[in-house]
Antibody, heavy 123, light 112 residues
Framework: QVTLEEPGPTLVKPTQTLTLTCTFSGSSLSTSGVAVGWVRQPPGKALEWLALVYWDQDRRYNPSLKNRLVITEDTPRSQVVLTLTNMHPVDTATYYC???????????????WGQGTPVTVSS | DIVLTQTPRSLSVTPGEAASISCKSSQSLLHTDGKTYLHWYLQKPGQSPQPLIFETSSRFSGVPDRFSGSGSGMDFTLKISRVEAEDVGTYYCMQGMRLQHTFGQGTRLDFK
């Protein structure tokens, strides 16, 4: 069983940088076929994938946010960090940490989700 | 980018009735291995999304067999044979071709 934990609620001001750390257990990024990343959901809206870091240190980003996103990993500590720069009010959302497992080369699905953490962007 | 379009956007059913949700992709999700990589999630009210179906038709561990997935290429369907109270929530399809993931807009299921 994999568990993922996000930090508590966050308030950031417009133009600031958001940094979120996910701590997970029951899996490891040193294991072939594992990835960990982030999905967000604005209030009342659909899910939006943000980024994933893979077991082989490859990382992929949502093209619409790629210039603002960085995802890094600390494999020994089982942590993944998301950084989103130049925050806007439209970035207000619940941010979920997700674990992904490989189904085939280059093909993953999100099999475990954290509880999510609310992020509010407001001055 | 691959766009997933779900219909209907909302669905009201009577407990025990069947329900069906469609997900259409803007590009084929057929892989060279012959499989199609379309997945379904359920987000119950106030909860995180939970996996239901992966690879079009395989149920995630613990998912009741009243849930079934089908489809090929660009057209996919999630069916619930007899809707129960615990099935209320929003259903999302998702694809992950070429290491880029996208979700459908969601379909909200509730009771009449």
């Amino acid at each position: 069983q994999v568990t993922l934990e996000e930090p508590g609620p966050t308030l950031v001001k417009p133009t600031q940088t958001l940094t979120l750390t996910c701590t997970f257990s029951g899996s490891s990024l040193s294991t072939s076929g594992v990835a960990v990343g982030w999905v967000r959901q604005p209030p009342g809206k659909a899910l939006e994938w943000l980024a994933l870091v893979y077991w082989d240190q490859d990382r992929r980003y949502n093209p619409s946010l790629k210039n603002r996103l960085v995802i890094t990993e600390d494999t020994p500590r089982s942590q993944v960090v998301l950084t989103l720069t130049n925050m806007h009010p439209v970035d207000t959302a619940t941010y979920y940490c997700v674990h992904a497992s490989r189904l085939n080369w280059g093909l993953y699905y999100f099999d475990y989700w954290g509880q999510g953490t609310p992020v509010t962007v407001s001055s | 980018d691959i766009v997933l379009t779900q219909t209907p956007r909302s669905l009201s059913v009577t407990p025990g009735e069947a329900a069906s949700i469609s997900c259409k992709s803007s590009q084929s999700l057929l892989h060279t291995d012959g499989k199609t990589y379309l997945h379904w999630y359920l987000q119950k009210p106030g909860q995180s999304p939970q996996p239901l179906i992966f690879e079009t038709s395989s149920r995630f561990s613990g998912v009741p067999d009243r849930f079934s997935g089908s489809g090929s290429g660009m057209d996919f369907t999630l069916k619930i044979s007899r809707v129960e109270a615990e099935d209320v929530g929003t259903y999302y399809c998702m694809q992950g071709m070429r290491l880029q993931h996208t979700f459908g807009q969601g379909t909200r299921l509730d009771f009449k």
